[in-house]
């Protein structure tokens, strides 16, 4: 039976030793249903700018234009919570905003 890659993409192996690409993938996905859910008051062209840059060692480094970095590390405990929450595990410990 086929299974489409994107369905398996979706969810985090249970394993201990899973590539750090894959997780890295699922920590982007999971990124971009945060920042929808938590900033859903915010226009779509600010969040449009708004990119996930690079995750290691536990910190999701995101870019994004000066005012809405601003606006994002202001709500950086609420994004943090809400992207462990997609992922059903406390990967992401700490968020750096980049201006880009």
């Known amino acids: ?40 008051d915010l226009p779509t062209e600010f969040l449009v700018k708004v990119k996930p840059r690079n995750f290691k060692n536990g910190t999701l480094t995101i870019g994004a234009p000066t005012l809405t970095a601003t606006e994002l590390s202001m709500r950086s405990e609420r994004l943090k919570k809400e992207i462990n929450e997609a992922l059903e595990k406390k990967l992401v410990e700490r968020l750096r905003f980049r201006v880009s």
């Open 1 to 40: 039976m086929f299974t489409p890659i994107g369905t398996l993409i979706k969810t985090l192996p249970r394993r201990s030793k899973t590539p750090e690409a894959i997780v890295a993938l699922h920590v982007r996905l999971a990124f971009r249903k945060a920042l929808s859910k938590v900033f859903a």
